[in-house]
């Protein structure tokens, strides 16, 4: 029952990388979380999802690690044995300066990805700066998410600010959902909810996945089929019907765009002798001719209407083009600067917040940072560290890899080819490890150093896609067991490594200075002073309409290309000269997709999703959370029942790179010929290296699209029922 | 006055963030019992296939046949809002009795492990109700598709469906819920 005379309420958030940035209010009584509300101001209510609402149980978990750990039985297995911090600490530092003595900082990989994102102080940036203060490293680049998204939307529009907040949904009278399952993904807070009720208000809403997703049940009229990884070619017919048949925005094209006689002439085949004409699609997308037509002149004459995406269509083999074509048929339907369009480019909005804004002020703040050129010429794309591990050098890397520092991340469950990413963090002479949990990465470690959580010190967020808000995230309890902060373990290394520039600013300090630098950095918006923000927790920049972006289209010089235009033809891209990286957008046949699949040994399509039981591989041992769904492979019904594979049957889902076992899941939601798991299921080999703990990781192929994105949905394998 | 839920279906996802407000709210450790269920149901074969989900608790019904089953004299109802009160110190337990179990035509009533576990279930946050809350689970979702109130009300502002993917409207125990479904 509430005690209210000792039980105090306290509004924080989540820090996890789902996208959405929800309001979580905290009971606490006696030092202890009691239980967690969500947001019950004034609608728009930020109301969290079943993660946010189970997150006593992740900070109470056993798994918890209670101390610093030294390895002691063979890298991999978990055997550890807890020892101080100042024994950790010593260790830690210790072997770093032997290897760089030894071998030079570049030896020394700094492997951090978005375990905490959208904070402003406890991020990867503050070892960032300890590991730049050292001398340097070797960093990694690349994103899980959508690479392909920010590589077009730079590419096309000059900006990554390219979306408009959800609210905007209710203007839309069509929506095309594509590869896009908000209901899951989340993306941002109340995007589903705005989906439903544009539904109701009467906006024709399309799904076009390979799977029949929770959105596509919730918020769909119609279903369209397609194999992963031709969701270019599909858009391209779509452009060929609305020229051939005279549906497109001339005025804006001319007005707004260059390069589009390029493409024209490629859609129409004049440059290369094939027409992309719906039937040429309908062979490559598995969707039949009169759909693709029937919704390009949908998409051409219901205005305003949006096309939605995030990042499956762009990850596979040449996913950047699926973002450049889409963000094409925007222009063409001239959707692009108004209020219920959308031009499909990657989804800031203008609005709070700018990204700058407390991410990179660390770092950027820091005596003796590398120049970026200097970094970016040796980071390693977060699909290549195994290789570059396992071959330096002589594998053309800039060096020959000693150690790697592992922070806000789990790359060996979360980074492409689990088995190789093993075999490569076991060649390592040292791994240190910060984590909360033993996750499957910090079963490689030599140290691990227990890290606490985002309710265990203070810190601000805000929305990574932008929102018109932001929340101030307080300390509610003692930090558990002994753990500390990333930032607290940097500051008691650096004198270890004989840094003594590293500071003496507290948290609070830090935060103040971001928050007085990120009032200068808002669309506009006049944000409170520090003391009155922290009183606020939650502060909300008022607004009486969606913010969209390119909304003054003919007031200066809104696009940020080249040629001032929104390029359809991409001087920038041109300049790389690289065949497999077209200035127009071009469908390619990719590796491990359909066409291969009818050749090979692997002859289904593996698609890697999103879980609503985790944030990526966070919360997966959160026991409330696993009780809501299994995990489970998803198998059409007809290739099951040509395998003898039944529903709940133990399968085995493998190709040349590994082998997962796992629940079979057969269902008439996913078409023939492709199958899918939830990424962020925790890698667990048996003693015959094969998967025990459904880890998609485990089979895909740890490789990049031209453009640097993360080729997730371009896999194959074949599945056998397990005896 | 009988209290009762709303839910529209056609905005459901099966996200859960209701069944997991519940159990965080009431300190539910135990997956095995639930005062609140999220359950799919899936139709059709590919293309043509469609999906629904349910989101129920107890239903407080009109004519519970829990109470009319319990032996001991249990199982309540509030004269106040005629939601459901179990007393847990004259239940007979699981292994002795566990007859609402099943007499329950919605499976609310739940026992945690072991011989001696006492029913219980959705209280409908009772407690938050007091304070002009609404229940926890209705305050979580994050697609405004629970709602609680008077019978009476939700009728004259939902209309009155009760039949829906899912769930089946039982005539005898009258249910205190109203469904507005997807699939129609």
Not at chain 1, 117 to 146: D, I
């Amino acid at each position: 029952m509430i005690n209210p005379d000792s039980e105090t309420v306290h509004l924080t958030s989540c820090p996890h990388d789902c996208g959405g940035r929800c309001v979580l209010k905290v009971h606490v009584q006696g030092g202890r979380v009691r239980r967690i509300e969500t947001d019950d101001g004034p609608e728009p209510q930020l109301r969290a999802c079943a993660r946010g609402r189970a997150y006593r149980q992740r900070l109470y978990a056993e798994d918890r690690i209670r101390t610093p750990l030294r390895r002691t039985g063979k890298r991999g297995a978990g055997d550890f044995e807890p020892v101080s911090w100042d024994a950790a600490l010593d260790e830690v530092a210790q072997r770093m300066l032997d290897i760089r003595q030894r071998c030079g900082n570049e030896a020394i990989m700094y492997i951090a990805y978005s375990g905490n994102t959208g904070t402003f102080l406890h991020s990867q940036l503050g070892v960032f700066r300890l590991l730049t203060l050292f001398g340097g490293f070797t960093p990694c680049w690349g994103s899980a998410s959508f690479w392909g998204s920010l590589f077009s939307s730079e590419a096309t529009y000059g900006t990554l600010v390219a979306g408009h907040t959800p609210d905007d949904m209710l203007n839309a009278k069509l929506i095309l959902m594509w590869g896009w399952n908000p209901a899951e993904t989340v993306q941002k807070t109340n995007t589903a909810w705005y989906l439903a009720r544009a539904r109701e208000q009467g906006a024709h809403i399309v799904a076009i996945d390979p799977r029949f997703t929770d959105s596509a049940a919730a918020f769909a009229r119609e279903w369209i089929a397609i194999r992963p990884g031709t969701d270019t070619a599909m858009l391209i017919a779509m452009a060929h019907v609305m020229i051939t048949e005279n549906l497109y925005d001339r005025a804006f094209i001319e007005k707004y765009t260059s390069g589009f006689g390029q493409f024209k002439d490629y859609v129409l085949g004049v440059s290369d002798g094939t027409p992309k004409t719906p039937a040429w699609a309908a062979q490559i997308t598995g969707v039949a001719e009169e759909k693709i037509s029937a919704l390009a002149r949908l998409y051409a004459s219901a205005t305003p209407a949006k096309l939605l995406t995030l990042g499956a269509p762009g990850r596979s083999a040449f996913g950047e083009q699926f973002h450049r074509a889409a963000a094409t048929l925007a222009a063409m339907t001239g959707n692009i600067g108004i209020y219920g369009g959308e031009p499909a480019g990657f989804g800031l909005a203008p609005v709070g917040l700018k990204p700058e804004a407390g991410t990179g002020l660390i770092a950027r703040r820091m005596p003796g940072n590398l120049p970026e050129g200097a970094r970016q010429r040796k980071a390693i794309h977060i699909t290549k560290l195994w290789d570059a591990i396992l071959t330096g050098k002589q594998g053309g890397y800039g060096a020959d890899y000693k150690m790697a520092y592992i922070t806000n991340a789990n790359p060996v469950n979360q980074f492409m080819n689990s088995n190789r990413a093993a075999e490569a963090l076991s060649s390592l002479e040292f791994v240190v490890v910060h984590e909360q949990v033993l996750t499957a990465t910090a079963r490689y470690a030599d140290i691990v150093l227990p890290v606490n959580t985002h309710l265990e010190r203070n810190d601000i967020i805000r929305p990574w896609q932008g929102g018109p808000y932001c929340i101030y995230m307080k300390q509610l309890v003692e930090s558990l067991h002994a753990s500390k902060s990333d930032l607290d373990i940097c500051r008691a290394l650096a004198p270890r490594l004989g840094i003594d520039a590293y500071g003496n600013m507290s948290d609070e300090e830090w935060l103040s200075e971001f928050w007085q630098e990120a009032r200068d950095m808002t669309h506009g918006e006049e944000l409170p002073d520090y003391d009155r923000f922290k009183e606020m927790g939650l502060h909300r920049m008022q607004r009486g309409k969606p913010a969209i972006a390119f909304e003054h289209l003919d007031a200066g010089r809104p696009f940020n290309t080249p040629s001032g235009k929104i390029e359809i033809y991409s001087s920038t891209i041109a300049e790389r000269n690289d065949p497999q990286l077209p200035p127009i957008p071009t469908w390619i046949e990719p590796w491990e997709g359909p066409q291969a699949s009818r050749e090979g040994a692997y002859p289904l399509q593996l698609i890697s999703t999103h879980s609503k039981r985790r944030i990526h591989s966070n919360m997966h041992t959160v026991a409330w959370l696993r009780d809501l769904e299994p995990h489970t492979v998803w198998i059409n019904t007809l290739d099951a029942e040509a395998r003898g594979i039944q529903n709940g049957d133990r399968v085995r889902v493998f190709n040349d790179r590994g082998a997962v076992l796992i629940q079979a899941r057969v269902t008439g939601r996913i078409m023939p010929g492709v199958v899918s798991m939830g990424q962020g299921a925790w890698y667990r080999p048996d003693e015959n290296g094969v998967d025990r703990g459904g880890c998609v990781n485990v089979l895909l192929n740890d490789t990049h699209s031209p453009a640097g994105a993360f080729c997730s949905n371009s896999c194959l394998v074949e599945i056998a029922r397990e005896p | 006055m009988q209290r009762g839920f709303y839910f529209d279906q056609s905005r459901c996802t099966g996200c859960y963030a209701c069944e997991i407000a519940c159990r965080d709210w009431h300190d539910i450790q135990d997956t095995r019992v639930k005062w609140r269920r999220v359950t799919a149901t899936e139709q059709g074969a590919y293309p043509d296939v469609q999906l629904s989900y349910i989101s129920l608790s107890c239903l407080h019904c009109a004519e519970p046949a829990c109470r009319e089953a319990c032996p001991a004299d249990a199982i309540h109802k509030r004269e106040s809002d005629g939601s459901m009160l179990v007393d847990a110190d004259t239940c007979l337990g699981a292994d002795a009795c566990g007859a609402c179990r099943s007499a329950c035509p919605y499976n609310a009533p739940q026992f945690g492990p072991g011989p001696d576990a006492k029913m219980q279930m959705c209280d409908m946050c009772h407690e938050r109700l007091e304070q002009g809350l609404q229940p926890v689970c209705v305050a979580a979702c994050p697609m405004r598709a629970l709602d609680c109130g008077d019978m009476d009300e939700l009728q004259k502002k939902y209309g009155g469906c009760s039949e829906a993917r899912g769930f089946a409207c039982s005539t005898r125990t009258r249910p205190s819920i109203i469904i507005k479904p997807r699939y129609t």
